[in-house]
């Protein structure tokens, strides 16, 4: 069966082969073809034209991305709520013809996601990847039916969209000296200069080849935090007007004080009008500014802040922040958008209108802050550090814990769960240099994430997802992408505390190259 398993299925005996060449679709899902075409078709090479037609139709009484499959003798009909939903139930079909030597069972299937947001982060600040690299994750995301490409797009580290506004941005922020490593028996600086940036038609582009896929892109724009690159670019947007340069290291360090100025007049309409560069990009509801790892000395000696502080009657720099992020909250707001924050950037005065994606325990009062928050009716996306960080090693984060989780925050009521969105992993590229390294971080990780967003608990088994997993290894083989083997079971605890701290302390490829060898 696929991944994410189905909500219910009734297969008979008996199989047909199906057209996955050429598709039936009524008028109100022709936005659909080129996403459920894709799907059909995802790895295979020598597809021909005979086999019973696949008609899609457009069920009014369907949620945008429900859908049902039902498959006789004579063909097979797909109701769906959506362009989304028919190009998932063509995920579903194609999944169902690799399971079974390319015919599709007779029967009905009947699915719908459990939860509305169901994400995946890449980070294309740390180290820079192709446009075709990004689309092939999509692929995969749709394949596994996502619906949320979240693009971290700002960083200390390097800027990566075309700027018509600030050109400096590019010419200047885009490109970093140097890269500090941990590999191949090297720890330092490479001196390799390293960047780039998309150019607003590959974003453009980008944006229409996921929506065929029934994804929408979430861009996000780092503040006041993890914005060196901008600074470096254009540095009197900070406290103090002094040269810096783009960060070539990582973590949260020295450089991690250089903020926006909170009490500069000119910092907030430098960011409105890059935010309208974005929002011009991305026309949908999300948006992301950060907020996080912002560390506050720089706030603490500047008199500008401490003034801004007192006029606006805030106790602390953390409040500032709060003050800060919610004059950008509202300008979004003003342009019919949806800010999100990650939950280092929650505190008392945040706007409750605010997304607060989760991904630490180590903010300020850690989960219970945000179980207060959710219980108040705030919303939540759960990102949790320790589950659905694909960067980390396998070691740390085995592909069983990855499963295991589930999408709730202790000491919240059950009917205050629908304030939690969904889901989102998240691919930070520190230590990801190489397309190879990209997808051995991600697969399987992604096809198990798929299923704590879309499956109903009932119907999750870690054995069963393992056995369904196998067809997809197939599918990775074909599309060429290297993927985690032997990674199904957990090692034993001290092969795991040995393999994280090769990782932190000396080798960020050392399961790759052991995998190679």
Known sequence: ???????????????????????????????????????????????????????????????????????????????????????????????????????????????????????????????????????????????????????????????????????????????????????????????????????????????????????????????????????????ELACVNEPVEVATRFGVTDFSNKLFCAGREETLPFLFSLLDEVMELFPYSYLHIGGDEALKSEWKRCARCQRAMREQGLKNERELQGYFLNRVIAYLEEHGRKAIVWNDGLCDTLSKSAIVQYWTPLSHNGPAQMAQYVSAGGKAILSPVTRVYYDYPYAATPLKKTYAYRPTLRGIKKKQEENILGVEAAIWTEWIDTEEKLFFQTLPRLAATAETAWTHRANLSYDGFLQRLQTHYVLYDRLGLTYAKEKERPENIWRRIWGTWTFFARETHAELLKQKR
């Open 1 to 235: 069966m696929p991944i994410p398993q189905v909500r219910k299925q009734q297969l008979r005996n008996g199989a047909i082969s199906v057209n996955r060449r050429a598709v039936l679709l009524d008028s109100s899902l022709e936005d659909a073809q080129e996403g459920v075409l894709a799907m059909l078709r995802l790895g295979e090479k020598n597809l021909n034209d005979s086999g019973a037609p696949i008609s899609f139709r457009y069920h009014d009484a369907f949620a945008p991305e429900q859908y049902r499959i039902a498959a006789d003798e004579t063909g097979v009909l797909v109701e769906a709520g959506g362009r989304a939903a028919a190009v998932y139930a063509a995920a579903t079909i194609a999944q169902l013809c690799a399971e079974h030597e390319g015919l599709l069972p007779l029967g009905e299937i009947e699915d719908a996601p459990e939860k509305s947001w169901r994400g995946l982060l890449i980070d294309v600040c740390r180290h820079f990847f192709s446009m075709q690299t990004v689309k092939t994750l999509v692929d995969l995301m749709a394949y596994h039916k996502y619906n949320r490409l979240h693009l971290h797009l700002t960083e200390d580290q390097g800027f990566r969209f075309e700027s018509e506004r600030f050109p400096l941005l590019n010419s200047v922020g885009s490109y970093r000296k140097s890269t500090f490593v941990k590999h191949a028996e090297f720890k330092g600086e490479d001196g390799v200069l390293h960047g780039g940036f998309y150019t607003k038609a590959e974003l453009r582009e980008l944006v229409r080849y996921a929506k065929a896929r029934g994804i929408e892109i979430v861009p996000e724009i780092d503040m006041p935090g993890h914005a060196l690159s901008m600074i470096a670019a254009y540095p």
